[in-house]
C-alpha cells in the first residue's frame, strides 16, 4: 500500500530566495484593479 505523500511546507514568510527556487520562471502580474505592476516591500531583501 502506497504511503501517504506529505502536504508541501507553505511558502508564506520564507525567505525569497526559497520563494525563488520553487518558483524560479514567476513574472510580474499587473493588479487588475488599478493594472499595476507589483513593487517591493520595505521588509522584501
Known sequence: ????????QP???RPRAEV????PEREPVPCPLCEREPVGFATDP
Open 20 to 23: 525563488e527556487a520553487e518558483f
Open 11 to 13: 511558502l508564506f514568510g
Open 1 to 8: 500500500m502506497r504511503r501517504p505523500e506529505k502536504s508541501p
